[in-house]
């Protein structure tokens, strides 16, 4: 046996680490999965889908044109009914004529991987759900179908994954309790923390035990100090143990101070409330199991940001949202050559913007490699908003899922090269703020699952037709 076999087989892990450096880290996740399946190297984004897609993408245009995507994100939500908990359509592995979540979604693998599938992500809710009127129950998860919120039991949930996955590199992300309350910081009091403690520890022990799902992530409970999650916390050292843990998730950065907390804390968690995230709690067994943020991005800054706080994969609705808008990105990760500009530039260019692009037969992005830069240019892009034709949305989803793959690509880089820091301090000095990606701008339709729907008098879409 080599060394390398040697090392292959005592790994059970399917997590490795290749290099880390001040906390930050690069490696390599493959679930296990009887099909071939792309390993993810991380830090790496992971692409929500909605209803079966990346929007504005069909799997073909995936397939050719955005060869950097790494691993979807499915919201199971998508799926449930408002009032029966079978699986609608035909989605039903196992059952005769029945397909399995991966072949239903039909995102095809790029063809960068030939042969090779994606890896796939589900957990109860989408990737930023909104939050639900119902708060969830001891055994029910709140969800969001098409028809309205429902609880659905967490046994039902596992069940639906395991009998519409198996063995094709889905990964099962545990449901998780948390204060979901719209607009404003939680306040979560004494009961409502040891109801939080209870339920995820129950609904990971739930998740885990499920021997025919092969990866399951646990969450890291939001808004609560580590020392207080120390019994949970050894709950998951148990599964890890075991090989019944693949992963971490955490939801929210923001939720994770507890404002009045009427439990008294001792010095040691007041400390560790107050000092946020911070992996180097962790004991030791779990200090090597992936890291997945699941926090609502607000763009590359914050992306960066959250790499640097430790994180494996980061969820990618910033760059959905970002196309939504009729924005292209226009930043890349500077090199320690690189000069500081005296202005910080933009982000991103406005395409919605005529005066500035109508008449420009430029790419988005000069030199960029990506479908719609090679093919198309600006003006083009520009008149296609105007015209609300669905391809401008197509163009700048190729376009910007391109720039934050290769974003990605270079902090792998930075990382194996021990120069992160640096070239993320000359970013965050050479663009301008997440916050001016926050254009209001007329997209594409609004859909039921972006926004709240309470008693609005406004119409959200407004009427396309009119008088001429
Ligand atoms: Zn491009």
């Given at each position: 046996?080599?060394?390398?076999?040697?090392?292959?087989?005592?790994?059970?892990?399917?997590?490795?680490?290749?290099?880390?450096?001040?906390?930050?880290?690069?490696?390599?996740?493959?679930?296990?999965?009887?099909?071939?399946?792309r390993?993810i190297h991380?830090?790496e984004m992971i692409v929500p889908t909605s209803?079966g897609t990346i929007p504005h993408l069909t799997p073909d245009n995936v397939s050719r044109n955005v060869p950097s995507i790494a691993g979807l994100h499915v919201?199971?939500?998508?799926?449930?009914?408002?009032?029966?908990?079978?699986?609608?359509?035909?989605?039903?592995?196992?059952?005769?004529?029945?397909?399995?979540?991966?072949?239903?979604i039909s995102v095809l693998p790029p063809q960068a991987a030939p042969?090779e599938q994606l890896p796939i992500f589900?957990?109860?809710?989408?990737a930023?759900?909104?939050?639900?009127?119902?708060?969830?129950?001891?055994?029910?998860?709140?969800?969001?179908?098409?028809?309205?919120?429902?609880?659905?039991?967490?046994?039902?949930?596992?069940?639906?994954?395991?009998?519409?996955?198996?063995?094709?590199?889905?990964?099962?992300?545990?449901?998780?309790?948390?204060?979901?309350?719209?607009?404003?910081?939680?306040?979560?009091?004494?009961?409502?923390?040891?109801?939080?403690?209870?339920?995820?520890?129950?609904?990971?022990?739930?998740?885990?035990?499920?021997?025919?799902?092969?990866?399951?992530?646990?969450?890291?409970?939001?808004?609560?100090?580590?020392?207080?999650?120390?019994?949970?916390?050894?709950?998951?050292?148990?599964?890890?143990?075991?090989?019944?843990?693949?992963?971490?998730?955490?939801?929210?950065?923001?939720?994770?101070?507890?404002?009045?907390?009427?439990?008294?804390?001792?010095?040691?968690?007041?400390?560790?409330?107050?000092?946020?995230?911070?992996?180097?709690?962790?004991?030791?067994?779990?200090?090597?199991?992936?890291?997945?943020?699941?926090?609502?991005?607000?763009?590359?800054?914050?992306?960066?940001?959250?790499?640097?706080?430790?994180?494996?994969?980061i969820g990618g609705d910033f760059v959905l949202k970002t196309t939504d808008?009729?924005?292209a990105f226009?930043?890349?990760?500077?090199?320690?050559?690189?000069?500081?500009?005296?202005?910080?530039?933009?982000?991103?260019?406005?395409?919605?913007?005529?005066?500035?692009?109508?008449?420009?037969?430029?790419p988005l992005v000069?030199?960029c490699q990506c479908f719609a830069c090679k093919n198309h240019?600006?003006?083009?892009i520009?008149?296609?908003?105007?015209?609300?034709?669905m391809v401008a949305w197509t163009l700048l989803q190729i376009h910007n899922l391109h720039v934050a793959g290769q974003l990605l690509a270079d902090?792998?880089?930075?990382?194996?090269?021990?120069?992160?820091?640096?070239?993320?301090?000359?970013?965050?000095?050479?663009?301008?703020?997440?916050?001016?990606?926050?254009?209001?701008?007329?997209?594409?339709?609004?859909?039921?699952?972006?926004?709240?729907?309470?008693?609005?008098?406004?119409?959200?879409?407004?009427?396309?037709?009119?008088?001429?």
């Open positions: 046996m080599t060394v390398e076999a040697q090392t292959e087989a005592m790994t059970v892990s399917p997590f490795r680490i290749l290099s880390r450096a001040h906390g930050v880290r690069a490696g390599v996740f493959r679930p296990p999965a009887a099909c071939p399946i390993p991380t830090p209803r919201g199971i939500e998508d799926y449930m009914d408002k009032t029966a908990m079978a699986a609608p359509l035909a989605i039903e592995a196992g059952r005769p004529g029945g397909h399995s979540l991966r072949e239903y042969g589900v957990s109860p809710r989408r930023n759900p909104i939050p639900s009127p119902q708060p969830n129950g001891d055994k029910a998860v709140s969800i969001q179908t098409s028809a309205g919120f429902r609880p659905v039991d967490v046994d039902d949930y596992l069940a639906f994954v395991e009998r519409t996955t198996r063995d094709d590199g889905v990964v099962m992300l545990s449901p998780v309790d948390m204060p979901m309350v719209p607009g404003r910081k939680p306040r979560i009091g004494g009961n409502r923390i040891k109801k939080m403690l209870l339920r995820n520890s129950r609904w990971s022990a739930a998740s885990t035990d499920r021997s025919a799902l092969a990866s399951v992530f646990a969450p890291i409970i939001p808004g609560l100090a580590w020392a207080m999650q120390k019994t949970y916390v050894d709950e998951l050292v148990a599964y890890a143990a075991a090989g019944r843990l693949a992963g971490l998730t955490l939801w929210d950065l923001e939720s994770r101070h507890i404002p009045e907390s009427p439990i008294k804390l001792s010095a040691e968690e007041e400390e560790s409330t107050a000092s946020g995230v911070h992996w180097d709690h962790l004991p030791e067994a779990l200090a090597d199991v992936l890291r997945f943020s699941m926090s609502d991005l607000e763009g590359p800054h914050q992306a960066l940001n959250t790499i640097a706080a430790g994180f494996d994969l808008r009729g924005l226009t930043f890349t990760l500077p090199t320690t050559e690189t000069a500081v500009p005296a202005e910080p530039a933009p982000l991103a260019i406005n395409l919605w913007d005529r005066e500035l692009f109508q008449y420009d037969t430029k000069e030199g240019h600006r003006a083009y520009t008149h296609l908003l105007a015209v609300k034709e902090v792998r880089e930075a990382i194996a090269a021990g120069d992160f820091a640096a070239r993320l301090a000359l970013f965050e000095v050479s663009y301008a703020t997440d916050a001016s990606l926050n254009v209001e701008s007329p997209g594409p339709r609004v859909r039921g699952y972006q926004v709240r729907l309470g008693r609005a008098t406004e119409r959200l879409n407004p009427s396309p037709f009119h008088s001429l």
